[in-house]
């Protein structure tokens, strides 16, 4: 006669339960990490969108003899006066590029949910008031910061990181250039 024992071989309680809290501790240390990645890129998004933004001004400039744009610093609070959005369309390939993939505030609680500032002012970049019609080296920012360090568009706010902490807004610079901006 043939034995045929079957083996089954279960896995302890104590086996479960170490699995178990050695998943619990590597999603510990893979979660914060990946909520970095997330901002990084996001933040790396902001720059490419704005190093766009900065060739169509560019284009605007050359059409314009170099005199900066006429455009609403908040849009909803000058509705006479048009976005920058609406200045730089013509060069620019989409309306989306003016939206910061950072801007997305207060979309946690969707029953508390406000508008993005891309939602409520076409753009989620400010344009400083101080640069309307002015060529940025006769500008007062232009004069006392210098064409380098001239913000000529900036995120509304800390999209990035907390307020006041490095690289928590972006801005495309009176040269061209892309990067955060520092305390003025």
Do not use: W
């Not at 309306?95 to 993005?116: E, K, N, V, W």
């Not at 232009?142 to 568009?153: A, E, V």
């Amino acid at each position: 006669m043939i034995d045929r024992r079957v083996s089954t071989r279960a896995f302890s309680l104590v086996e479960l339960l170490t699995v178990l809290a050695i998943m619990t501790l590597l999603m510990g240390v893979l979660l914060p990490v990946l909520g970095k990645a997330r901002t990084t890129a996001r933040r790396t998004v902001c720059q490419t969108h704005l190093r766009g933004i900065g060739a169509a001004f560019r284009m605007y400039l050359d059409d314009n003899r170099n005199i900066m744009p006429y455009a609403a610093q908040v849009p909803s609070m000058e509705p006479d006066t048009p976005s920058i959005t609406d200045v730089l369309l013509p060069f620019l390939k989409d309306r989306q590029i003016m939206c910061c993939p950072g801007d997305t505030q207060a979309m946690c609680d969707l029953a508390d949910r406000q508008q993005t500032y891309f939602e409520k002012e076409g753009t989620s970049y400010e344009y400083p008031y101080v640069l309307k019609g002015l060529p940025v080296n006769k500008s007062l920012l232009g004069k006392s910061l210098g064409i380098t360090h001239t913000p000529i568009l900036r995120d509304f706010e800390a999209f990035h990181n907390k307020p006041g902490q490095p690289g928590s807004i972006n801005a495309l610079f009176g040269d061209g250039h892309v990067g955060p901006l520092e305390k003025l």
